[in-house]
């Protein structure tokens, strides 16, 4: 576990790039989550839907909740109202069934898009240009019920610094792009969510306002 000195100069590092820090909670037991929820930290991440569900049950309210992970269009719905954020959103699909779901609720889903920058081939994510060729057609005007607050990528796992750098800038040339063609009305269109326990000094130095940050933390 993190000392509370280590902590603190993790989050100091965060705050003179003005991001957020997402403690990726998935596998970890509530002790240990609530050791961090003691040190102030209040924003988590799980990639699972039914663990997310049963920890958010047994840990304080005032937690906020974020999805990272890949979603199937026959759990969507369940995410609807129960957290925060989704950073996770790769198909128009999955848009379709939490705008729908979330109309029904007359509620507000915050959501990222997920778009692919790893070369790698296992990794999810919007290939960019089916997700602007969608935005061109209009296919996300009926979905009123999304508020759409950025986009979030991952890099290739790697020790090759100059790749990684070269996919983070990519995801925030994407972000630029989208913002000025589709978003430039919206002020919640602004966060770039990249950046992980080894390569988040990166994802900093090229605009990440949310790092995702899981092993560091708990190890
Ligand atoms: C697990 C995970 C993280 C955190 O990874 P660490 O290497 O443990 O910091 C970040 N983002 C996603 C989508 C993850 O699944």
Known sequence: MITLDDFHRLTNELDEYDAQLLAV?????????LHLY???QRIFGENRIEELLDKQGQLPQDIEWHFIG??????????????AMIHSLDRIK???ILHENAAKQSTIVNVLFQIKIAQEESKYGYPIDS????LEDGAYTPFKNLNICGVMGMA????DVRLIESEFQLLYKHFQILKDNYFSDSIAFREISMGMSQDYPIALRHGAT????????FK
């Open 25 to 33: 909670s998935k596998t970890q037991p509530i002790d240990q989550i």
């Open 38 to 40: 003691r040190f102030g």
């Open 70 to 83: 890949h979603i199937q269009s026959k759990k969507a719905a369940k995410l609807v109202g129960k957290v």
């Open 94 to 96: 999955i848009a379709n």
């Open 131 to 134: 997700l602007l060729q969608e």
């Open 156 to 159: 290739t796992l790697t020790s």
């Open 210 to 217: 949310i790092v995702r940050i899981g092993s560091t933390l």
